[in-house]
């Protein structure tokens, strides 16, 4: 499974740089960062050799098109991020004519990663954090969506997004998902475990009793 950070945090990015896939951006994320959205793009683009999600925030469907031409145009790794709506759909079939990849965002639901793929998304993002939140089985969205595709040999890649915590992670892999995309904080917790820490420190403490 890869693995991508979920910021536009360029600190953040340089530091896990030698580990991620690629970089995934939203609008929120974007807004912490008081720069503009164009010179992230194209420093992460420089960090990063990989898939980098630049999110339009126009509503209709040419609007989403001539915003997603312009961003491509930073650099050959920028994908398209664009949200599950019908005119995002529409746009997303343009795209995919063109030659430019997409990643559907906001996708809660089977059906939604359904039209996803049938309108050319090169990836679709189902939020399972976002889906937990309201009561909902994030993951069991995830098994069902890999599950279509599975059954119908679509090659849209399946970006587990709204990551929370480390089970996210394995699960999202349990599943055989093609990517998780993972906030810093988060990615960092999976490096770690309260008996390899003890193990560490017992070790060092031994080692204090070998004559040097
Ligand atoms: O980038 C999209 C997604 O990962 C957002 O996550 O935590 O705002 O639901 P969150």
């Not at 030698?18 to 194209?42: C, Y």
Request: negative net charge.
């Amino acid at each position: 499974m890869k693995l991508y950070i979920d910021t536009a945090n360029v600190a953040d990015i340089r530091e896990m740089a030698w580990l991620i896939d690629g970089v995934t951006t939203n609008p929120s994320l974007v807004s912490r960062e008081k720069r503009p959205f164009a010179e992230i793009i194209a420093e992460i683009c420089g960090i990063v050799d990989g898939p980098v999600s630049a999110e339009v925030t126009a509503i209709d469907a040419p609007e989403m098109v001539a915003q997603a031409r312009e961003l491509s145009k930073i650099d050959k790794n920028v994908v398209i991020k664009i949200p599950m709506t019908i005119a995002g759909m529409q746009a997303v079939k343009t795209l995919s004519g063109e030659g430019i990849r997409t990643n559907v965002t906001l996708a809660f639901s089977a059906n939604q990663a359904l039209l996803a793929a049938k309108s050319g998304a090169s990836f679709v993002s189902p939020f399972v954090g976002r889906i937990d939140d309201v009561g909902g089985d994030g993951m069991g969205v995830v098994a069902e969506i890999l599950d279509i595709y599975q059954t119908y040999g679509f090659s849209t890649e399946v970006i587990v997004a709204s990551v929370r915590h480390p089970r996210h992670v394995i699960e999202a892999a349990l599943l055989g998902a093609d990517i998780a995309t993972v906030p810093n904080d988060v990615l960092k917790k999976l490096f770690c475990h309260p008996l390899t820490d003890i193990g560490v420190e017992r070790f060092l403490k031994d080692w204090e009793g070998v004559p040097k």
